[in-house]
């Protein structure tokens, strides 16, 4: 038998039963999503969800496995009109009270963790926070509307041919002297 926490945003680790999973499944108000969108950069949100089960993974590690759904209105990067996308992502993280994330210094190059799946585990698990950061890391970096593309702008001064993007390729000028010496190719 499983526990069902319905909408609890933090679970106590202290609450936890190593021999039960809990599930849960939250979905915030309208007006949580509203900040959740105005934090995220994001025109709207809809229908947000993380639903899921933790489990106890070994003797003192917890495996939080979830669906994060959601309906996101983003700005087109071409015509700022909005876009929008459905996410339906698969979440996995697993709590450990061995990892540690330690604070970089600031300008400071730190290298990718090999699992990064893997958190710290503290006296909660924050369900709200993983249900955010795996949204932000589902949104489309640049969400362009269906058929909108980027024009072309060419600018030189008066009296000069502007350059063509066929011109800054390395090759280009040699390609065309090859053509016009009529050899063929040597490849």
Known sequence: ?????????????????????????????????????????????????????????????????????????????????????????SVMRRFSPDARLDAPDPGAEIEMPEDDTLEPLGTEIDLARVMIEALSLALPPYPRKDGAELGQLTVAEEGVTPMQDEETKPFAALSGLRDKLGKPDTE
């Open 1 to 89: 038998m499983s526990q069902h926490p319905q909408n609890t945003r933090a679970i106590r680790v202290a609450d936890l039963s190593a021999r039960r999973p809990v599930t849960f499944d939250i979905a915030p108000d309208a007006a949580e999503m509203a900040r959740i969108a105005s934090d995220l950069g994001v025109l709207a949100l809809r229908k947000l969800s993380l639903r899921g089960t933790l489990t106890a993974e070994g003797r003192a590690d917890w495996l939080l496995q979830a669906e994060l759904g959601a309906t996101v209105s983003q700005p087109c990067v071409v015509t700022l009109e909005p876009v929008q996308t459905r996410i339906d992502e």
